[in-house]
């Protein structure tokens, strides 16, 4: 290393790009790290590309927004490189550019990559035209991804061509790259902030797609006349067989799910119209964000719920509105899939169901260790024998069916291993979906069988405590008939008393009849209570999860031969790959789908077992509260019976109680009615207090 590479402990540690005029390099020291931009040195700079080079400082010093790249100052010891010419010192983003993204990608960003990235550098766009700054440049190459607390973040990099908009807001010079350049900038017309609109939308577009919207193999200068031609509605144009075809939608391949598919694609027919006037829907009104970035922000901002149709082995989706139920998307689900509210099975990956009274967003924002995962649907009593079950697999792409074939066809051996290996990643998500189902179908499984373990362990509970109820009862009941009969015929006497006394009896004998009854019906039904462990540590997990690893193996060697550009001709060993994904698959997928048999209706058994065991316990329950009903009035009965002996005896004379009135009463009676007699003068005839207590009693 040079020591022109080394200031005071900074030390320059490797080249980061080559601009059209600059370069930008790393330099180090200790954990500070920073990029340095410097103009090219050699050669005769012109007085246009220094005036730019001091615009493109002075511009990104006075920026600041989280997705713009940021500029610092300038060390103290690098100071000495910008003798001879300025240079500028900027936050380093070491996840490199997005081109280096696309590049490792088939067929274009997975979804939550895409709405990352367009939500990010829409922001920057909106806000340097905030700042009265047009890009003129927008291209992957100009934006570099930076980690944040373990988030990336997407950055707008490289403003050289930026440019303040005049009063006018008109600009008529030739800048940028000709494969993201507006129309009006490659024919040098007069122009407006709205080139960044053509740009950003097909960037957007790319990172969707995998490929640019026009023409992609063909450079501008050949495509502008035909591209011309193309409808306002059209998002893209390619050739075929010598004929070139406008479209108006989005490839059918692609990782967004369908509702933010037909978003994009209106949001897209915006940002890609030919005139420059019209292209963003631009408004007038001052100070108010520009249509296209609060429809951005609309789509950005969609709350979508997601179903794994097991058995169809597809993905359902749902945007939610406001105050949404959970029913209410049953309810959709029920007219795309003519599956019944009530036929509905559906889990969370935790084996949870959903409610169908809670808000759907709720359900939503429901995600384990920060993963949001679909919910999974099935039709509740449809569970197929394993024997004529049906597994229902991805129809093979057309091109597909090349890989390993001697067949004449017109297809590049890119274009077929592209298909081949998306088709790949699309199985393995697939496969992800079957194991996440797995995973949630044996903890409702679980979860079923803890309830009815709960629910039996409770019946239990009660058939032994209502049994020593009942049997206390009787007892009781049964000494205290003994004692009334025995002081009743010098004593007090009520004949409806004793009359209950006796039914309550005849109910009592009846509940405990039934309970001995449950029990042995119980007994007889042999409920499966053997606990099982709620961990999945079975030989065959162990072989679903060797299976669904080799997959990804596959999986991630078939698209590193596709990234970089080695496409296996037929039969081929590289070809071996795709079909050891398709093997994979169905393996897992028969592994699979014959556990979710044996989950499912074990989850169904316990259900019906635990509505039959919480039957048991409502029934028990009502004899439990009917007895403790014929308790408190059999305590009502006897004291009422003490009141009447209490008033009787203390209209009697002072004498000692009676060899009656002392069978029938206890000791602390005997001794609260002497405290009576005591205290109180007989103020009427024996008589007239007989006729009295035969009275409360008749009342009884």
């Known amino acids: 290393m040079d020591e022109t590479d080394k200031f005071d402990g900074w030390q320059r540690i490797t080249n980061l790009g080559n601009g059209g005029f600059g370069t930008v390099d790393l330099w180090r020291k200790g954990d500070e790290e920073i990029a340095l931009k410097q103009i090219r040195a050699s050669g005769d700079i012109s007085k246009k590309m220094m005036e730019r080079w001091k615009k493109e400082i002075e511009i990104m010093k006075r920026l600041k927004h989280l997705n713009v790249i940021t500029a610092k100052e300038i060390p103290p010891p690098l100071e000495i490189l910008s003798q001879s010419l300025p240079i500028l010192a900027m936050e380093y983003c070491s996840k490199g550019d997005l081109r280096k993204v696309i590049s490792k990608t088939c067929k274009g960003l997975k979804e939550t990559e895409i709405l990352k990235f367009s939500k990010d550098v829409s922001s920057a766009v909106e806000y340097l035209h905030s700042q009265r700054i047009v890009h003129r440049d927008l291209k992957p190459e100009n934006i570099v991804l930076k980690e944040v607390d373990g988030k990336i973040l997407y950055k707008l990099i490289d403003l050289g061509y930026a440019k303040d908009l005049d009063q006018g807001s008109i600009c008529n010079s030739f800048v940028g790259t000709l494969q993201y350049l507006a129309p009006e900038l490659y024919k040098t017309q007069v122009y407006t902030h709205t080139v960044d609109y053509w740009s950003l939308g097909t960037v957007i577009f790319e990172i969707i797609t995998g490929f640019r919207p026009f023409l992609p193999n063909k450079p501008p200068v050949q495509w502008f006349d035909i591209i011309k031609e193309k409808k306002d509605g059209h998002i893209s144009v390619y050739e075929e067989n010598n004929t070139y075809i406008y479209q108006k939608t989005l490839p059918v391949h692609i990782r967004l799910c369908e509702p933010l598919k037909q978003a994009f694609q209106q949001w897209l027919k915006t940002m890609l119209i030919w005139d420059k006037t019209l292209r963003g829907n631009d408004h007038e009104e001052k100070g108010k964000k520009q249509t296209c970035f609060t429809e951005l922000e609309t789509i950005l901002e969609m709350k979508i719920l997601s179903f794994y149709h097991v058995i ?156 020593a109820k009942v049997d206390f009862f009787l007892i009781s009941l049964r000494h205290n008939v003994k004692k009334y009969h025995d002081q009743a015929q010098g004593g007090i006497s009520s004949n409806s008393v ?72 037929p039969e081929q060993e590289n070809t071996k790959l795709f079909f050891n994904c398709i093997q994979n698959q169905k393996d897992i997928f028969n592994e699979i789908h014959d556990k979710l048999i044996e989950y499912r209706h074990a989850r169904l058994k316990f259900l019906a077992d635990l509505d039959e065991v919480i039957q048991y316990i409502a029934s028990l329950q009502k004899y439990s509260n009917s007895l403790t009903t014929s308790q408190k009035q059999l305590q009502g009965n006897i004291w009422k019976l003490i009141e009447v002996a209490l008033t009787k005896s203390t209209l009697n004379s002072k004498t000692s109680p009676t060899t009656e009135n002392q069978q029938f009463l206890s000791t602390n009676s005997m001794e609260s009615l002497q405290v009576l007699q005591d205290n109180h003068n007989m103020k009427k005839d024996l008589q007239e207090s007989i006729n009295h207590v035969q009275s409360i009693i008749d009342s009884l």
């Open 312 to 467: 169809e082995n597809t993905m359902l989706h749902y945007p939610l509105a406001q105050d949404q139920t959970f029913e209410d998307v049953q309810s959709l689900i029920s007219l795309g899939t003519n599956i019944p509210i009530e036929e509905q099975e559906i889990f969370l990956i935790d084996g949870k169901e959903p409610k169908r009274c809670e808000m759907a967003k709720e359900i939503l924002n429901q995600c384990i260790h920060g993963e949001v995962y679909p919910l999974f649907l099935f039709q509740k009593h449809n569970i197929p024998e394993k024997q004529s079950r049906v597994n229902y697999f991805r129809p093979l792409p057309p091109k597909v069916r090349y890989l390993n074939s001697n067949e004449s066809h017109m297809y590049s051996p890119r274009a077929i291993w592209e298909e081949a290996v998306y088709y790949c990643e699309q199985i393995l998500s697939d496969c992800d979906n079957l194991m996440n189902c797995h995973k949630a179908t044996w903890s409702a499984k679980m979860i079923a069988q803890q309830k009815f373990s709960d629910a039996y362990e409770t019946l239990n509970c009660l058939i032994q405590s209502l049994t």
């Open 498 to 569: 004793i009359n209950s006394w006796l039914d309550k009896e005849k109910e009592a004998i009846n509940i405990q009849q039934d309970v001995q009854k449950c029990k042995t019906l119980i007994e007889a039904k042999n409920f499966d209570t053997k606990k099982t462990s709620s961990i999945l540590t079975s030989k065959n997990y162990d072989y679903l999860k060797q299976k669904h690893d080799y997959l990804k193996q596959n999986v991630a060697a078939a698209k590193d031969l596709y990234i970089r550009k080695v496409y296996p001709e």
